[in-house]
């Protein structure tokens, strides 16, 4: 039986020469820490931390410009970018076009035909209002809850990738620990254009981490991008933590448990890219959206009928107001129900991308600071000093 040979490692420290953008002090910065074949993760991170920043804001600027939630009332009230009023404008022209038509026509040629409405027609159309009330209100906690499980999911994808981080600098030798953090980094990234349906990955996302500009668009061109570095890490984890007959029974069961810890944070990684998959690809069905919408035009069209005679002129300002603020309720529920895209009010994954690139790097030259200091470092599996290792690997950071 022919075993194939394992799939080859991509490139994570070789010279990034496809970093047309890459400031020129990078230069300067990898000749101070040692030529760039030698250099580790950590220190070619550090010295790319510009770059990979000025990449995320540019990317993430089409999210910029409104303010936050929490800003002050006279910002939160007057500023008109994140309010999602163009999904509105249709009907909100023909039911104030109605408004205007109908109470003009009364006003100035119906006076001497008008007929004379129900009693207690404003009472039940109160009691219409106040049951789409409901509607709305049930529409909009629903888009709010799967924009908050949307947060929480990043928020874990985050941690977990931390935890990757953090047992592999523990666990394995350094190119091996290199090489898993730069997928974890790398699993982020594509998971976030997977949601936004987005084919392509800048590769200044990842300067200093993958400088195979060729394997990062591979990776971009597979049909599922997370998968497909999911496969590769796993792999990797496999390969590294290999146990063979001359393995010793201790060594093996602790490679086994290390081995299982990894692929559960792994497993994680792909249950959150997964869970955020099926928010984007499952809106809430159509008759609950079909049925609301109708309701609310049906509604909103009958009020200037039902309220001209006492509202007079009043009537044109005052339906405009009320279908603003009705049909802009159902545009945030719609704005936020699937929070993916480049849109000011929906999440800003390039800033968590940045924050797991920036918690990566600090936990890789926390790893080699402790390297450096402690006396006694553990022992790894497979009996080397791992921690003394990436020391005498890197120069004085």
Not at 236 to 258: K, Q, Y
Not at 275 to 282: L, N
Request: net charge neutral.
């Amino acid at each position: 039986m022919v075993v194939p040979p394992p799939s080859p490692t991509p490139v994570y420290l070789s010279s990034p020469g496809w970093q047309a953008t890459s400031p020129s002090t990078t230069t300067e910065q990898d000749d101070s820490l040692g030529s760039s074949s030698q250099l580790c993760l950590a220190a070619r991170m550090r010295s790319h931390a510009l770059t990979r920043s000025l990449a995320f804001q540019r990317l993430g600027e089409p999210m910029e410009g409104s303010p936050p939630s929490s800003a002050g009332w006279f910002r939160t009230v007057f500023t008109m970018r994140g309010r999602a009023l163009s999904g509105i404008v249709l009907p909100f022209t023909v039911i104030n076009a109605v408004s205007v038509a109908w109470t003009c026509a009364a006003q100035l040629y119906l006076h001497d035909n008008k007929w004379d409405l129900p009693s207690n027609i404003e009472s039940a159309y109160a009691l219409i209002i106040t049951t789409l009330g409901f509607l709305l209100v049930f529409r909009l906690n629903r888009a709010a809850k799967r924009y908050w499980d949307s947060r929480e999911k990043w928020g874990k994808l985050v941690e977990l990738g931390r935890l990757m981080a953090c047992s592999a600098c523990v666990h394995l030798d350094r190119e091996q620990a290199d090489a898993v953090c730069a997928l974890t980094c790398l699993f982020a990234v594509a998971t976030k254009q997977l949601l936004r349906s987005d084919s392509t990955i800048d590769v200044e996302q990842l300067a200093g981490i993958f400088t195979s500009a060729d394997y990062v668009r591979k990776v971009a061109s597979a049909a599922h991008p997370p998968l497909r570095v999911a496969a590769e890490l796993r792999r990797m984890l496999a390969d590294a933590l290999a146990v063979d007959a001359s393995t010793t029974a201790a060594l093996g069961e602790r490679r086994s448990t290390i081995l299982r810890t990894l692929e559960g944070y792994l497993d994680g990684l792909v249950g959150q890219c997964g869970g955020m998959e099926r928010i984007r690809s499952t809106p809430l069905p159509i008759v609950y959206v079909s049925h609301l919408r109708s309701y609310l035009l049906i509604a909103l069209l009958l009020m200037p009928f039902v309220f001209e005679q006492s509202w007079l002129w009043g009537t044109i300002p005052t339906v405009a107001l009320v279908s603003v603020a009705f049909l802009g309720v159902e545009s945030a529920a719609s704005e936020c129900e699937s929070p993916f895209q480049l849109r000011p009010n929906h999440l800003k994954m390039e800033a968590f991308c940045h924050a797991l690139f920036e918690n990566v790097s600090q936990i890789l030259v926390d790893s080699l600071d402790d390297a450096r200091h402690n006396p006694h470092p553990p022992e790894t599996t497979n009996g080397e000093n791992v921690h003394y290792k990436r020391a005498a690997s890197m120069r004085e950071m």
